[in-house]
């Protein structure tokens, strides 16, 4: 996870005997089009740290390829994973001023600065003037998000693919989980899908790619039950509408002073929408939405069977 955070459903979801790996930096950047598809995806990324910046122990380090991306070199081996999007595995120093990087498959690596990591790798122009970086204690991946959000244009995104399922090798679905904060579940799938744009329509055109669907699942602490909504294309426009809206009244209330601050004028905003048409919009949404005890999911996600509605369509 690009957060370095451990969820409850990341906690129940890794004791499960179910295969699955993560995607955690999949760069991607917004095209000038309403047509689909909406966002270009360069590259995925996962970053290890490197102990010093000779080229004797970048080669070691590279010979033993950190472990979170070994099972995604045997599905690209197989060719069932992302055969269009390249997967590195990236070595950064401590300044992160040293970039190698690796293509998952090639034999080969390239070493270069920052600047030319972002240009050749992440198809992007990178930021003018970004003083030096130094990370002590810090994981590479929380290291990466930090320099990332200096280092690259406002256009350009990163998100993490919090689970891709795979059942014998192959992936058989994408899914985002998402926490309630409350025991209110459709509100806590409406709070997701007015704030996640991009993240809906990544996990759309990823699926796309790896010939399966993509799920939000809600969940709450307890993890007694859950909430899955199967995504769409067809749901993108009402997402963004909801996305750009809220962007909209979140600046109003700290304009107006309503909110403390942006994060509780963010939650003002859902709120305010939820009522005002989101509500209405996720009902219209019946027969991609199931509300399922976990007993229930985990039958699901072990046979990962169709979502379908209760007269079998």
């Known amino acids: ?77 197989m060719g069932v994973l992302l055969k269009d999007v390249p997967i590195f595995d990236l070595y950064i120093d401590h300044h992160l001023r040293v970039f ?23 198809i992007q122009k990178p930021e003018p003037n970004v003083s030096p970086f130094s990370f002590e204690k810090e994981s590479a991946s929380e290291a990466y998000s930090v320099w990332h959000r200096s280092a690259m244009p406002s256009s350009a995104g990163v998100m993490d693919i919090d689970f891709v399922e795979l059942r014998n090798g192959v992936p058989v679905a994408l899914i985002e989980a998402t926490k309630a ?5 459709e509100y806590g799938l409406f709070s997701f899908l007015s704030r996640g744009f991009a993240q809906a329509s990544i996990y759309i055109q990823l699926a796309e790619l790896l010939s399966t669907d993509a799920y939000v699942v809600t969940y709450t602490d307890q993890m007694q039950k859950v909430e899955v909504l199967k995504l769409s294309r067809a749901m993108i426009s009402h997402i963004d509408d909801f996305d750009r809206k809220r962007q909209q009244r979140a600046k109003a209330h700290l304009e107006s002073n309503a909110a403390k601050n942006r994060s509780q004028a963010q939650g003002m905003a859902v709120s305010e929408l939820f009522a ?6 996720l009902r219209g949404l019946g027969k991609q939405r199931r509300k399922w005890a976990i007993d229930e999911y985990v039958d699901w996600l072990t046979n990962k069977a169709p979502l379908r509605t209760r007269d079998g369509t």
């Open 181 to 185: 904060n409350s025991e209110d579940l």
């Open 100 to 122: 190698e990087y690796r293509r998952l498959g090639a034999k080969s690596s390239h070493r270069v600065d920052s600047k030319e990591f972002i240009e050749k790798v992440l």
């Open 1 to 77: 996870m690009t957060g370095e955070r451990t969820r409850a459903y990341d906690f129940w979801r890794a004791n499960l005997s179910l295969d699955f790996i993560g995607l955690p930096f999949v760069e991607y950047a917004r095209l000038p089009t309403k047509s689909w598809p909406r966002f270009t995806i360069n590259a995925v990324v996962l970053p290890s740290w490197i102990e010093n910046s000779s080229q004797q122990a970048i080669d070691a380090t590279m010979a033993n390829s950190h472990g979170s991306s070994k099972s995604i070199i045997s599905s690209i081996e």
């Open 276 to 281: 005002d048409g989101g509500h209405e919009f």
